[in-house]
Every structure is written in C-alpha cells, then in structure tokens.
C-alpha cells in the first residue's frame, strides 16, 4: 500500500468519513478516546480507578460490574504492578490500536482483513466482545439513571426502612439487613434467591433502559459528527463533579484515615501472583484496549496525525484520572469508615454502662480502649458475656465494596451522612451516566463501524438507520437483565464475557501487526504520520515484551479458571441465618454460590476446612465446596 493512500472502501463509508472530518475529527477523537478510556468503572471498582488502587478488581465499564473483592488492604502496593503492566503492556497495545487504525482507516474488522483474511476472526471476536459487553454495561446506566430520579427527593428513599403492612413496625428483610442494601436489593432488582428463579421483568427498569438507550441513540445517531459534540460534556462534566466531592471529601472527618489506607503499602504482598496478574488484566479494562473502539475511533484522524503523542498522553490521564478518582472516593469512604467504626464503639459503651450500672456517659469513644481493657482484667467473664463487637477503624475501612456495590450501597450510604444529602447524591449518580454514556460511545462505535466494514446494509440506507438498528437490538438483547434474577445474569456476564477474550485478541494483534503486517512495515508507517521511527523502547515492547506478557496472563488465567469454579452472589432473606452468615464458602475458599449480603470479612488464622459436602450448582453442575469452621467471621454485606 502506497503511504498515504487510503484503501477502496464502499462509498456509504467514505461519505460518512467526510463528513466527519468536516465537522473537525482531529479535535473531537482525541476526546472520544478519552471518553472510551474512562467510564464507572473508574469509579465503581473501576478501571484503576478506585478499588482497582486497593487491589480490587473489576472492568471499567467496560467492565461497569465489577469482579469480587480480589485482593483486601493492598493499599498503595497495588500501584507498582499496575504502573508496570502500565508500561509494557498497556501503553504499547494501546499504541498500535491507534497506529494501525489511523493508517489503514478502517475498522476493527477491516483492518484485520486488510493485514490478512486470517485475521478478520480478531475484528469479529472485537465486534462480538464490544456487543456483549454494551448490552450489560448499559444495564448498569439503567441502574443509575434510576438512583438519578430517586435522588430528586428528601429524604432519600434508601435513608430508612419501610414500614410493614400494619404500618405497626419495619419490614422485616429491610430490618435484618439495612435500609441502603434494601433499596438495592428488593426496592430496586426485587431480586431472587437463586438464577434459575427469573421471576417477572421490573417494568421501572425496563423504561429505565429503554431511556438509557434512546439518549445513546441521540448522541451516536450520526456517529463521529453527533457524539463529537455530546463528549464534550460527557468528559467534562464528570471532572467538575469529582473536583466538587475532592473538595468536600477532603473536609470531612476522617479522610486522612480514608487516604492512609489507599496509599499505605505493604511490600509482602507483592509476592503474591495474584496482585500481579489483577495489575495485568486491569489494563485491559483501564485502557479499552482489544474492543475494537480506538481503532474505529482512530480511523477518522488525519493521516499525519501524531498517534504516538495520543497513545502516551491519553493513557496518562486516564491513569491520573483513576489515581485522582481514587483519592476523592475513598476521602469520602474514610468519612463513612470514621462514622461506622463511632457507631460501633458507642454499642459497646453502651452495653459496658449497663452491664457494670455504670453512670451515663462515664465513658467516651477515646477511653473505650482503656475502659475494656481494665474491665477484662477485673472481670473477664462478665466482658467475654457481652459478646462485644471487633470496633476497629481497618475492619471498616476494608469493608468497602466493590464495583455495583461501591456506587449503590456504599457510597449511597456516605451521602446519607453528608448535609444535603440529595444534592450530593443528584450530582454523584449523574456523574456515573456522563461516564457511562462517555464511554458507551466507544462500545457502540466498535460495533457499528465493523458493520460499515461489512457492508451489512445497502449503500442507500442511511447510516442513523443502521444506528438506530443496532440500538434496538442491543435494548431487545439486554431485556433480560431488567427480570428479577438480572442481576445474577449480569454478574455471569461480567466475569466470563470479555476478560479472557481480550486478552487473546489483545495477543493476537500484536503479533499480527508485528509478525504478519511486518515491524519494519509498521515503523515506516509511523514514521511517515509522525515524522520519525519508533524508538527502542517501542519495537521491544511489541516484538518481545508485549507478546510474551499477554501469553503469561492467558496461560494464568486459564489456571486460574479452571482451579475456581464458577461463582455468583445471591440474596436469600429465606436462609436461616441471614444476614450474619452465610451457608457456603466466600472468598477465603471457592464455592458456587454466595449469601448476600453476608460476605467473609475477615479470616482469623488458616481456616481449616471440614468434611467435604456435595453441592449442587443452580444451573445442574456440581462442585465440591469445603465447609469452613467456625474460625471464619462474617459480616453483612453493605450494611453499616
């Protein structure tokens, strides 16, 4: 190919690349770029963003969910794989993404092809992953375009429990759990007990995403030309609302504690392969890399446009808009920790003050300490009687949930503390939607752009049709998630839909671009739309480092799926012991299923597992599941 020339495409397609470059690309990509590259995941548990810097990981929304809490109290530890994987592997991909697409100006699909009809599986898998992935990340907008229009109201409907039916007490399920996980779980999902219970669609859901999708409609409608102009609120926005909560969280009792925690590190960890393979996979979600948008997205720049400058600089923000994410959520999770951890202590002085006929507040939260230990020398068995909670500032500083549970348990629970609580919680879930629908336009263009490739529809069908067709598609696709049991689906969805498959596509085009299309090939099409060869650093990357990374990160986590078998979290009001315990194994020991919302908080010591018992999994596979001492302590999932 001649440098230069642009390759013979359909006449549909080059109309439509005209005129995006008449409506002024080369400003409006670099931002769509950014837009793709962050989303609420990088709030939620999120890209890097906030638990991914505690060691949590989950999928940018890209990944909105959120995979379970993966690693606990990794701290500022969780930076140095990260930055690592950061370097050599995601910066580098994301280079090449943006290199090829911008020279052969085609899509995910047509790229491929045009390097080697062997390939084009690579642009269908990318297309296929982007479809998947839009329609359970659209999903989780729905959510928080419901929590938007509840937050427009005072009291919050998720600040107290209902009454009962006799209006002579509270609900009972709301009672044993709390108010904020209440909402979320029956007043919001209304969800079942097990996934083979699909119950009935939630109607309030389903409008829910039917507006979500039609708001995506409005701003993709015209591709590049309409969400060039939506992005420009949709990637600014959000970093005034964090500026807002940075200020405010910052201010607030606690947010020392908040950020000790996040940044706190602790070296041993680091032996861990885990951590390392956790850093590795959440570039992937950090970046959007291998889902074919940066290539769509790419293709409109101009020929000479610098993609090495776009690469370095777009993953850099998006790396420090994580880091300063991070730092305003978990000022406000210190905040709440502070409140929780106060609570905590005030219970167990008030049970001290009765049980001793001890004068009212003879004790303060800062003698507690001294108080109890004086009491258990004097009289231990009065104290061992009292059943005394584990009040420690860490325990509750840990007990920040990841992905969903951040946004609509979590943090809707730090609101409730904040004065105004309405306002904070109108600005924070409406800063979650221009996220979502920021990064939405990315996943929409990586499915509509292969289809132009394709030539799917006739040249004079008008590209807001194909649009418009691929929205309703994905609406009609994703109605099952709005049923009761939808948010199990959506779970499933987001540990087994996308991770392994970016990783073998993100392999696949390396090696593609470096071994097939050619490395000296590659550079003197870089050269020619930068003025100047990559340097050392680059052709290592691509030719050594990168490829092998990625093959190590798909051969650990095949281990490390078919070591774990597969799991999902459920709320059950039903079991016996609900909300305290749950009746399998959580993250200390694999089983298939999970209580909500108790979670395993905290394991003392090594726990031995007992006799093996047989469980069934939901969906007819079996699995065998160790069934844990009592040296496990629970805790209740997103209650205070």
Not at 114 to 134: D, E, Q, R
Not at 535 to 542: A, D, H, S
């Amino acid at each position: 190919m001649c440098h230069g020339a642009r390759p013979a495409r359909g006449q549909q397609w080059g109309r439509w690349r005209g005129r995006a470059a008449r409506v002024g690309q080369q400003a409006t990509v670099p931002a769509e770029l950014r837009g793709l590259c962050r989303g609420p995941g990088q709030l939620l548990e999120v890209p890097v963003p906030v638990p991914d810097l505690r060691g949590r990981t989950s999928r940018v929304l890209v990944n909105p969910c959120s995979e379970l809490t993966r690693q606990a109290a990794l701290g500022g530890t969780f930076l140095i794989p990260y930055l690592i994987a950061l370097v050599f592997e995601g910066i580098p991909l994301f280079h090449i993404e943006l290199a090829i697409g911008q020279r052969l100006r085609r899509g995910s699909i047509g790229v491929w092809m045009a390097i080697s009809p062997y390939l084009g599986g690579v642009g269908l898998g990318c297309l296929t992953v982007s479809f998947l992935v839009s329609l359970y990340y659209n999903t989780i907008l729905t959510w928080v375009l419901w929590y938007l229009l509840n937050s427009f109201q005072h009291p919050l409907p998720w600040s107290a429990c209902p009454l009962d039916l006799n209006r002579t007490g509270l609900v009972e399920e709301c009672r044993d759990s709390s108010a904020v996980s209440y909402f979320w779980y029956r007043q919001t999902l209304n969800i079942t007990a097990d996934i083979s219970d699909s119950g009935s669609v939630q109607w309030q859901l389903l409008v829910c995403l039917a507006a979500s999708w039609a708001v995506l409609y409005l701003c993709v409608i015209r591709g590049i030309e309409t969400t060039g102009k939506a992005i420009y609120f949709t990637a600014l926005f959000p970093y005034l609302v964090l500026t807002i909560f940075l200020i405010r969280g910052l201010t607030l009792p606690g947010a020392t504690q908040g950020l000790v925690y996040l940044f706190t590190p602790d070296m041993q960890v680091l032996w861990n392969p885990r951590v390392w393979l956790d850093a590795a996979t959440q570039i992937f979600f950090s970046l959007s890399l291998a889902f074919g948008g940066h290539i769509a997205f790419a293709s409109y720049n101009p020929p000479r446009n610098n993609c090495e400058r776009d690469a370095v600089a777009i993953a850099l923000v998006n790396s420090m808009t994580s880091l300063y994410a991070s730092i305003a959520v978990f000022s406000i999770l210190g905040f709440k920790a502070v409140n929780d951890h106060g609570r905590c202590l005030d219970g167990n002085i008030l049970r001290l003050i009765n049980a001793f006929d001890l004068p009212d507040q003879s004790i303060s939260r800062d003698d507690y300490t001294a108080v109890l230990a004086r009491l258990n020398v004097s009289r231990p068995e009065w104290v061992a009687g009292l059943h005394l909670d584990a009040c420690r500032l860490e325990d509750f500083l840990e007990k920040s949930a990841a992905g969903t549970g951040l946004a609509f348990i979590v943090f809707a629970e730090a609101v409730l503390h904040m004065p105004g609580a309405p306002g904070w919680a109108v600005l924070f879930f409406g800063m979650l939607f221009t996220l979502g629908l920021s990064s939405m336009f990315g996943n929409m263009e990586s499915v509509i752009t292969p289809l132009l490739d394709l030539g799917v529809m006739p040249r004079g069908v008008p590209k807001e049709l194909l649009t418009g067709l691929a929205c309703l598609v994905c609406f009609l696709s994703a109605t099952c998630f709005t049923l009761q049991s939808g948010s199990y689906w959506l779970e499933i969805f987001d540990h087994y839909a996308a991770p392994l498959n970016l990783i073998f596509f993100a392999f696949f085009e390396v090696v593609g671009v470096v071994y097939v299309y050619g490395m000296k090939r590659f550079c003197d099409d870089i050269a020619w739309m930068t003025g100047r060869r990559p340097g050392l650093y680059w052709q290592v990357t691509w030719k050594v480092v990168s490829p092998l990374l990625l093959l190590t990160i798909f051969v650990a986590y095949i281990s490390l799926l078919a070591s774990t078998p597969p799991s999902y979290k459920a709320w059950n009001p039903q079991y016996e012991q609900f909300p305290d315990s749950g009746n399998l194994t959580g993250p200390c020991s694999p089983s298939h299923r999970e209580v909500l919302p108790a979670k395993i908080h905290r394991c003392s010591g090594d726990a031995q597992p007992g006799p093996r018992q047989e469980t069934s999994h939901p969906a007819g596979r079996r699995t065998l599941a160790p069934n844990l001492g009592p040296r496990l302590h629970w805790e209740p999932l997103g209650t205070g």
